[in-house]
Structures are given as structure tokens and as C-alpha cells.
């Protein structure tokens, strides 16, 4: 998080809990407020003023199109909201990127910015817009207070990487939300949930991940294959593990965001990934961009087009740099495949190959996702698929032998199981017995997050950089 872990766990979240419990409902959103400006400027200190502007435009374009009906008027400020906002985007998450390639294409020499990326920028910038778009599809109506929309856009739970909460999830508990202990604990156990995915799962794998890529010219093709499954469980657990910490914490405060991951790792087609994989983002760009280009309801040729429209900006949006849109022009070609030829014969295969061939299609696109660096990408690839190294080797034993526990708990933890099993158990004769238990366990599971924190500088977010 912006703030370190342990700062953020023993101090400024419990600070923040009994401040926002003690104080009567109609100043809530004002705590809320101040705190999640504090938790911004603590890591940004001079780019709160952009989240600011953002809030100012669009919450002053939201009171502009409840006034106006001429659809002139209207339309022209829902024009002026997105281009300020995607420019605002743009300068500071592109401008170096389009200098590189600018320089690179016609052999110039501009300098580059190097413009600090203010944190979580593409989901605050994300958040307005879409409130001003569905604002001006009357879909919502327009928030008359600018507490309460400031509130809404800097909320500290899920300020910095998600998930993309729309206005529409959250308005009506702006102004009126319940807040009592069933939401506190259940909140508090999907916030530990979360902290155990991040911690334990994705900081430790994603240690494995840095091992190998700090020498994988080195390891064998199996050593390799271990690397990249590694970050795929990494991103994973990195990113729903933090999506479950905001819902929880949003839970605590009275809020109920929308989930964002379905355990994506179950599914038998990239059709079915991506209904299940950061859903907020894919809803984002199905709404706002696909439907409103044609969707599926047009000729084949714009369909198409619509599609790899759609994945182009998926993958930009992850970040600025070539790898990420040819990840995602790579993913909406799979897309196209599986919509037009490949459907039948997908549904005529056994479950496990389904799945087999989905995850191999998966991997293949993280391996895109992590390099950069597309010379790297080449020679890891190469490797990976055996040009130019053996099979196996004693490396790969031993980081099998040291994270195998690890990995297990990954795969365990990517499927419905323990949901499964949670949910039965809740059900049977002795749900306090099962209470008990659960307490338990997730104290002994917190001492071991809070010891793994204290003795492990590895704790980066990958999607704060998004």
C-alpha cells in the first residue's frame, strides 16, 4: 500500500476504525474523506491535487447535466469530461511512450519527461469519467454534495488499485449505509483473506518469479516454466488479494463493492477467463466502449473490429510499453478465434483439455505481460519452449522441493474449494464450534502474515503501477 504494511495495519487503519465508529453518521463521509486524503498524499504528496481536479471536473460536469437538457449542451459537456480526462491520462501514464516511439520511428532525440505515474491514476480517472458518462445517460442521477463525490472518488480502500467502483454501486450508500458488527466481521475476515493471498501466496511466489528471472539463462526449460507459472499465481494472488482487502475494508465501513475476481484459473475458454479476471475493468470497457461502438449487434467485420478495439485499450490501460498492447491485441485474437471458429470444438472437448488448453493460453500471456523488454521476452521465450537449453535440471528440484508447499496452496486456493468447504461447514450442526474455528484460525494465520511482513522487504503491489 502507500503507506507500509505494518504503519498501515497497527496504526492508521485502526486510528481511522474507531475515529469513523465514534463519530455520528453525518460526519462519516467526512472522516472518510480526510483519511483517504491523508492516505493519498502520504505516498503523493503533490498529485492529490490531480485526483482533486478530476473530482471538481466531473462532479461540476455532473450538476452541469442535470441542468441542461439540449442534447447539444449535453453532449458537448460529456465531451469535454472524456478528453480532459483521457488527456489527463494520457500525459502523465503515456507522454514518455509516445516520445520513445516517436524517437524510435524517426530516429530523434526529444527528451523524455520521466513524469513520476501518479498512484492509481487510471482508477480515479476510470471512476469519474464513468460518473459523467452515466450521468449523462441518466442512468444515475447527479450527486448534489461534493463530499459526498469526493468520498466516493478517493476512498482510500480501494483508491489505488481497485477495483473500478462505479457510482452507481455506491450512491445510495453514501448518503445511508448500514453499518453494524455483522458487516465489521465479515469485512474484517475478507480483509484477512486478502492480506494471507498478498502476503503469504503472492509475495512468496513472486520471490520464486525474481530468483529465476534474475538468472534464466541459467535454468532449463522446466526451471523456466516453473518461473512463469510462478507470476501468473504472483498476479493473481497480488491482485485479488488486494481486491479482497478493499471489499472487506468497504465492508467494515458500510459499502458493498462489486466482486472482481471469479477464480479465473477454473476456466475452459479465454471467453470465460476474462468474464472471471478483474471484472471491474473488463465491465468498464464492455459499457463504455464495445456497446457503444456496435457491440456484437453489427456486421462480423465490426464485430471484429470492435473486439480488438476493446483489447488494444485493455492492454494499453495496463501500462505504457508495446508488450502490453500486443498482451492484449494477443488476448482479443484469442477472443475472435473462440467467438467465430473455435466454440463448437471447444464444447465438444473433455473439461480437462478445456482447461488444460485455456491455462497454456494464459501462461503464454503473462509471459508477454511480464517482459517489457522485448529482446528479453525473445530469449526467455526461446528458452522456455527448449530452442536453446535442456529439459530439466537440479535447479528446478530444488525450488520444487523449497516452494512446492507454496504452489499447492495456490492452485488450492485458485479454486472454489475452500468456499465450498467454508459454506458447508457454516451450514452444519455446530456453527458455533465452526465460529470458533475460524477465529482461530485466522489469528494464527494474522501472527504469521504480521511475522512474514517483519522480516520480508519483498512486498510490492503490481497493479499500483496501473
Not at 55 to 79: C, T, W
Not at 128 to 141: A, G, L, N, Q, W
Not at 299 to 323: C, D, E, Q, Y
Amino acid at each position: 500500500m502507500v503507506f507500509s504494511s505494518i504503519p498501515f495495519i497497527f496504526f492508521f487503519l485502526p486510528i481511522f476504525l474507531i475515529i469513523y465508529y465514534v463519530v455520528p453518521f453525518k460526519a462519516k463521509n467526512v472522516i472518510l474523506l480526510i483519511f483517504s486524503l491523508i492516505f493519498y498524499a502520504w505516498g503523493e504528496p503533490v498529485y492529490i491535487l490531480l485526483m482533486v481536479f478530476s473530482s471538481v471536473l466531473d462532479y461540476v460536469n455532473g450538476r452541469l447535466l442535470e441542468k441542461y437538457e439540449k442534447k447539444r449542451i449535453r453532449n458537448f459537456i460529456l465531451l469535454e469530461s472524456v478528453i480532459v480526462n483521457l488527456l489527463l491520462l494520457s500525459f502523465f501514464k503515456y507522454s514518455d511512450f509516445l516520445i520513445e516511439s516517436i524517437n524510435s520511428i524517426f530516429n530523434t532525440s526529444i527528451p523524455l519527461l520521466n513524469l513520476p505515474l501518479p498512484i492509481g491514476i487510471s482508477f480515479f480517472t476510470f471512476q469519474t469519467m464513468s460518473y459523467t458518462i452515466d450521468v449523462y445517460r441518466k442512468e444515475v442521477p447527479a450527486e448534489k454534495s461534493f463530499i459526498h463525490f469526493m468520498t466516493y472518488v478517493s476512498m482510500f480502500p480501494q483508491l489505488i488499485a481497485g477495483p473500478i467502483v462505479r457510482y452507481e454501486t455506491v450512491h445510495k450508500e453514501l448518503e445511508n449505509r448500514e453499518i453494524n458488527l455483522d458487516n465489521f466481521s465479515n469485512g474484517l475476515v475478507r480483509f484477512l483473506e486478502g492480506l494471507f493471498k498478498k502476503v503469504l501466496i503472492a509475495n512468496t511466489l513472486g520471490f520464486l518469479w525474481i530468483s529465476i528471472l534474475n538468472d534464466f539463462t541459467s535454468f532449463s526449460s522446466m526451471t523456466l516454466f516453473l518461473g512463469i507459472l510462478s507470476f501468473a499465481f504472483q498476479i493473481y494472488f497480488d491482485f485479488s488479494g488486494y481486491s479482497d482487502m478493499a471489499i472487506g475494508m468497504g465492508k467494515m465501513l458500510g459499502f458493498h463493492y462489486l466482486e472482481n475476481f471469479n477464480y479465473p484459473y477454473i476456466s475452459k475458454s479465454i471467453t470465460e477467463f476474462w468474464r472471471r479476471w478483474h471484472i471491474s475493468l473488463s465491465t468498464f470497457f464492455k459499457d463504455y466502449v464495445y456497446i457503444p461502438l456496435g457491440g456484437n449487434r453489427c456486421s462480423t467485420i465490426k464485430n471484429i473490429r470492435n473486439i480488438l478495439i476493446v483489447w488494444m485499450l485493455t492492454g494499453l490501460w495496463h501500462g505504457a510499453s508495446w508488450n502490453f498492447i500486443i498482451w492484449g491485441i494477443y488476448f482479443g485474437i484469442i477472443l475472435i478465434l473462440e467467438k467465430f471458429v473455435l466454440k463448437k470444438y471447444l464444447e465438444k472437448m473433455p473439461n480437462f483439455l478445456r482447461h488444460l488448453y485455456s491455462i497454456l493460453l494464459i501462461l503464454i500471456g503473462w509471459l508477454i505481460f511480464a517482459f517489457e523488454d522485448m529482446n528479453v521476452l525473445l530469449e526467455y521465450s526461446k528458452r522456455l519452449f527448449g530452442f536453446e537449453t535442456r529439459f530439466i535440471d537440479n535447479d528446478f528440484l530444488f525450488f520444487i522441493k523449497n516452494y512446492l508447499v507454496f504452489i499447492v496452496i495456490a492452485m488450492i486456493f485458485s479454486t472454489p474449494i475452500t468456499r465450498i468447504i467454508k459454506e458447508k461447514i457454516a451450514k452444519a450442526r455446530y456453527k458455533n464450534i465452526y465460529n470458533i474455528g475460524i477465529f482461530i484460525s485466522f489469528l494464527f494465520l494474522f501472527m504469521i502474515v504480521i511475522s512474514f511482513l517483519v522480516s520480508d522487504t519483498y512486498n510490492p503491489f503490481l497493479y499500483f503501477r496501473f
